[in-house]
């Protein structure tokens, strides 16, 4: 895993179907919360790429239940990237539960390509500033510079 961050999420009334446990669409409501969390990390939150003209819609999403999420439940949601070097950005995702056993109770992941917003055309490549904000995260994790 080259970058991860983690995001903490309970689960609001709101979100819990008739079975009394979350509602299997919102797992990927709770997979963005960890998303948006490590793309501000890596400086590559939305505003950030759309002032560079860049979007990065998702193209696929899959996700596997392991053990239901339950109303006021405090889970923990991990979101990593592999990969840096693709015109594509795969996105993994581990829900934990945040007791002290950290059972896994989903998996998933997203793919990600980048696009560029005036034209409307898929890069096939990764765009250069997306590739200085992964520099420099390298950077900041190792305080060296290396080429990924």
Do not use: C
């Not at 439940?73 to 539960?97: C, F, K, T």
């Not at 945040?98 to 997203?110: F, I, Q, V």
């Not at 034209?119 to 250069?128: A, G, R, S, Y």
């Amino acid at each position: 895993m080259i970058f991860s961050a983690k995001a903490p999420v309970r689960i609001p009334f709101h979100d819990i179907d008739v079975m009394h446990i979350a509602w299997h669409g919102h797992y990927l409501k709770y997979f963005e919360i960890a998303r948006t969390a490590l793309m501000q990390q890596l400086e590559l939150d939305w505003p950030a790429l759309k002032a560079q003209g860049i979007a990065m819609p998702v193209v696929d999403s899959q996700a596997q239940y392991r053990k239901p999420i339950v109303y006021d439940q405090e889970i923990i949601v991990e979101a990593s990237i592999d990969e840096v070097d693709y015109p594509e950005l795969i996105i993994n995702y581990r829900i934990l539960s945040s007791n002290p056993s950290g059972d896994l109770l989903a998996t998933g992941r997203t793919r990600q390509v980048y696009m560029n917003i005036g034209e409307q055309n898929t890069h096939f490549v990764v765009p250069d500033f997306v590739k200085s904000r992964f520099q420099a995260a390298i950077e900041r994790e190792t305080g060296r510079h290396e080429a990924y």
